[in-house]
């Protein structure tokens, strides 16, 4: 029998690559880009397989006739390019890498939160433009304490909730809001207390964004909700782009209605909007708060093994990690081994 194939779309670790190839056939694109529809309708068509970043969207449109794929793997724990709806009505099955990820992004969003508020990034940036000729006022760059501040996340999944442990170092109070409460037990290991949205915004003095992209979420963070936080407040999102509305917060911080932000996702990204690059007391990067080197591997791994499980392939086989829509599987006349999906 022929091998399976799999495409892979961006340059990803050899050793996984490696890894895929003792499995399957494995083409792999060798740059970065991003596809339009038909370029991904037509990389899909003769595969059965496919490990695809956030820029591809896989929908409908994409999956029309396609009668050999049998899964697409998400280099993301956020999987708001893929329509999962249509993926199930195809028979495709969908993963996404969770938990891999937990502690890094918690970890940079730390790192975010104590740039903005400490103002690292403007400050070196007006180190490096030689500004620094005579001794400092004394009263220059004051920024905000994080230690014994009120801390808000919004948003406490599984990442919201390792940014919350971190916080027990800085003695913070913790708020949350999520649309359910926490059981007792993860409420007490966070050290978490939740409140409704609209009391979050007005009593926190650092904000972080944790929210999954959902149609719902579009702009949770718009002017009205800048407008009730406090003007010393910091906000950090490291969620998604489009949660915040970029312009609103641009001119929050602006009017210093808001006193810093630090952004790693942005609205239209690899666009970031033009008002934000102009100000100081934004610190932005480019979506990269899961971007350690063990824990981007560690994600294209996972993405890997759900691919080759999904094809009957390899230690998990039949038994995908982290599936999306697994009710799929039932369908592909009765084992995710066989080669032709129902
Ligand atoms: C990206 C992310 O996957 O997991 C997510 O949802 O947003 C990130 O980890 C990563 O930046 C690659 O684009």
């Not at 056939?25 to 991003?34: F, I, L, M, N, Y």
């Not at 970890?107 to 940036?125: F, P």
């Not at 000729?133 to 760059?141: I, V």
């Not at 109070?173 to 059981?183: A, E």
């Amino acid at each position: 029998m022929s091998k399976k194939k799999v495409w892979v779309s961006r340059p990803l670790f050899p050793d996984v690559l490696a890894h895929l190839a003792d499995h399957v056939e494995v083409a792999a694109e060798t740059v970065e880009g991003t596809r339009s529809a038909d370029q991904m309708r037509a990389k899909l068509a003769d595969v059965d397989g496919a490990i695809v970043g956030l820029s591809e969207r896989v929908d409908a449109g994409v999956l029309a006739g396609n009668t050999r794929l049998k899964v697409v793997a998400n280099l993301g724990v956020g999987f708001n390019n893929f329509d999962l709806p249509a993926m199930t009505a195809a028979g495709v099955l969908a993963t996404n890498t969770p938990d891999v990820l937990n502690e890094s992004v918690a970890d940079y969003a730390w790192a975010l939160m104590l740039a903005a508020a400490r103002r690292v990034s403007a400050a070196e940036r007006w180190l490096r433009a030689g500004h620094w000729t005579s001794t400092m006022r004394f009263d220059d760059w004051l920024g905000v304490d994080l230690h014994g501040k009120t801390l808000g996340i919004l948003g406490m999944g599984r990442i919201g909730q390792a940014i919350a442990r971190r916080a027990c170092g800085f003695d913070m109070h913790v708020l949350y809001h999520n649309r359910s409460r926490l059981p007792d037990p993860v409420e007490r290991e966070c050290r978490a207390q939740w409140v409704e949205k609209h009391e979050l915004l007005r009593r926190v003095d650092h904000l972080v964004l944790v929210l999954p992209f959902t149609a719902a979420n579009r702009h949770a963070i718009g002017a009205p909700e800048l407008a009730l936080m406090k003007p010393s407040a910091v906000l950090v999102n490291v969620a998604r782009g489009g949660i915040v509305d970029d312009a609103a917060l641009a001119r929050a911080l602006r009017d210093k209605t808001l006193a810093a932000a630090a952004l790693d996702v942005f609205e239209g990204e690899p666009a970031v909007h033009p008002d934000l690059l102009a100000l100081d007391n934004a610190v932005l990067s480019p979506h990269i708060a899961s971007a350690s080197e063990d824990t981007r591997r560690a994600m294209a791994r996972l993405a890997a093994d759900n691919v080759l499980a999904a094809l009957g392939l390899g230690k998990l086989a039949g038994q995908p990690p982290t599936p999306l829509n697994p009710e799929v599987m039932s369908r592909w006349s009765g084992a995710a081994s066989v080669d032709n999906k129902a």
